[in-house]
């Protein structure tokens, strides 16, 4: 491709791969070569909410004023929800720190549905433009070579 006699540089194109919990992301600089890793590191919940404590995980108790019964009170925030939109906020962070380096052109973002939904609420406009498809499914498991050809299939992207 040529543009005023200058050569183009072919698009740098990132993948996100993540759920509520870890992601990863890979670049795909040129059409039909092997996915690579764009950063040297897994991206992890900093701080995912541990399992039982003793008791504190059971909702508090309240007592009915007209009758002897008593019920469980709702908790008002959900630490796993809460600790996966932190997540998607970090990831959100990082991307767009990245972005303003030029370290990709375009994104592709590959996430649980419920993370994907979290991570677009995070998502700054910038970050959003250089979104060229979205797969909403929790393929972190899948290794480089399988996730290009599935994710070149669901897209019809050539990556």
Known sequence: MKENGDEMAPKKIW?????????????SAKRNEGLREAL??????????????GNDD?????????DVSRHAMEPHS?????????????????LGEEAQKGKFDELVVVAS??????????????????????????????????LRERVSAELDLLL
């Not at 059971?58 to 007209?66: D, I, K, T």
């Open 15 to 27: 993948i996100l791969v993540a759920n509520g919990h870890s992601g990863k992301t890979y670049e």
């Open 40 to 53: 040297p590191y897994e991206l992890h919940m900093p701080n995912p909410p541990s399992g039982k404590k």
């Open 58 to 66: 059971r909702p508090g108790r309240v007592h009915e004023s007209a």
């Open 78 to 94: 959900d630490p796993e929800k809460l600790a996966k939109e932190s997540f998607a906020r970090h990831v959100a962070t990082l």
């Open 113 to 146: 549905p419920e993370f994907l939904g979290d991570l677009r609420d995070e998502l700054h406009g910038e970050i959003r433009k250089k979104i060229v498809g979205e797969v909403d499914k929790d393929l972190t498991h899948m290794k480089p070579k399988e």
